[in-house]
């Protein structure tokens, strides 16, 4: 089987594109994908894409040209980024295709996420009393999560306050100012523990990535980055997950740990040895929570560990280093390829102010969606 790199990266700006369609980000991003591979899209032999709320992705061929190749639309939620990827790592490691491009997008309207529960095979009453709306239910789960395993509102904090540093040091994040600590602290509290500043917002944005066999990686650039590892896992049964209508009387695990843990052995490291990590941080207690199901500390670990910088761009494991979710927003479609961008950049060394210090050789995606599933990927240089 053929091993996978990634040769070519774009990514549209996030945030708000008045007059411009998500589309038309996603045909940006991937033009730019194919100008950092330095190919062309006659030369793609297959394409994987997909979008929430702005049409089919493989509408692209009518802006970047009807050669003919397969575009196949992916859509699962928050990890359809992840799953578009997954997808073209399989097609490349089958053997079946050489070259292709894996693109994500959206252009949400403002204000929250809203759902049908019929459609997801939820009762009414689940949106009735508001859980389906998810900044509610987001936060009934850091709160169980909190009282478990000791974790305060000072690490609610702190993760926000990284976030928008970050944010604020990176060209195309939606969110470009720096908040003090006491700022977070004092803005308005939505849905309790989790104040303002610490949700991410729906939003727009485009990436696209250049996938192609390990091979002939070297014709398309100096710095291949590897896909070392491409997982994803559902929900075991007792795991409590967003449009969970209960919770089990005995805990079951969910769907991160189980795709953290195939990841990890797929690339042959543990999480010792990865040097930079996007997690999914749709607020601020996902981003806790993620570090412990990802395997890179024990649960109530974290708190002491934002304390003292560990997830700082000059810490020994920096976490979302251009501002994740919080500071770029989360246009469904791109988020999780925009941690794939960035993963790239920071191992590539190219992540200007924002670079974690020494390149780093290897690096982990995660992202997560609802009703819980699980996309990982491992990185390296």
């Given at each position: ?158 993760v926000a306050e990284k976030a928008f540093a970050n944010g604020s040091l990176t060209p ?30 729906p939003g727009e944005g485009g990436v696209a990535l250049v996938i192609c066999s390990a ?151 995660h992202v997560y969606g609802a009703p819980g599933v699980s996309a990982v990927t491992i990185?390296?240089?």
């Amino acid at each position: 089987m053929s091993d996978v790199a990634i040769v070519g990266i774009g990514i549209h700006p996030f945030g708000r594109t008045p007059g411009v369609s998500g589309l038309e980000q996603g045909a940006h991003a991937a033009r730019l994908a194919l100008a950092d591979a330095g190919c062309t899209w006659s030369d793609m032999q297959f394409a994987f894409g997909g979008s929430n709320d702005s049409g089919n992705a493989d509408n692209l061929v009518n802006l970047l040209g009807l050669t003919g190749l397969q575009f196949i639309n992916v859509k699962n939620g928050c990890a359809t980024g992840g799953s578009s990827l997954l997808s073209a790592y399989f097609a490349i490691k089958s053997g079946q295709y050489d070259l292709g491009l894996v693109v994500g997008f959206d252009k949400h309207e403002p204000g929250s996420f809203r759902i049908n529960t019929d459609d997801w095979g939820l009762q009414p009453w689940y949106g009735e009393i508001g859980l389906a709306l998810t900044t509610q239910f987001f936060a009934m789960k850091i709160q169980r999560y909190m009282a478990l395993h000791g974790i305060t509102e000072d690490a609610l904090i702190r993760v926000a306050e990284k976030a928008f540093a970050n944010g604020s040091l990176t060209p195309h994040a939606w969110r470009r100012k720096a908040l003090g600590y006491d700022e977070i602290a004092a803005s308005t509290m939505i849905s309790d523990p989790l104040r303002q500043y610490m949700f991410c917002s729906p939003g727009e944005g485009g990436v696209a990535l250049v996938i192609c066999s390990a091979a002939i990686a070297r014709r398309f650039t100096s710095k291949p980055i590897y896909l070392k590892a491409a997982t994803m896992r559902t929900r075991g049964e007792g795991s409590f997950e967003v449009f969970s209508p209960s919770i089990s009387v005995v805990d079951g695990e969910g769907a991160t740990p189980k795709a953290a843990r195939a990841a990890f052995e797929m690339a042959g490291i543990g999480p010792e040895d990865v040097g930079v990590a996007q997690l999914q941080d749709t607020e601020s207690g996902a981003e806790i929570m993620h570090m412990a199901e990802n395997g890179f500390c024990r649960d109530g670990e974290q708190e002491a560990m934002l304390r003292d910088g560990v997830t700082r761009i000059g810490g020994k494991l920096p976490v979302n280093t251009d501002g994740g979710c919080l500071a770029n927003g989360e246009p469904i479609g791109a988020s999780g390829l925009r941690q794939v961008y960035e993963t790239i950049v920071q191992l590539r060394g190219a992540g200007g102010d924002r670079q974690v210090p020494n390149a780093p050789k290897t690096g982990y995606t995660h992202v997560y969606g609802a009703p819980g599933v699980s996309a990982v990927t491992i990185l390296s240089r």
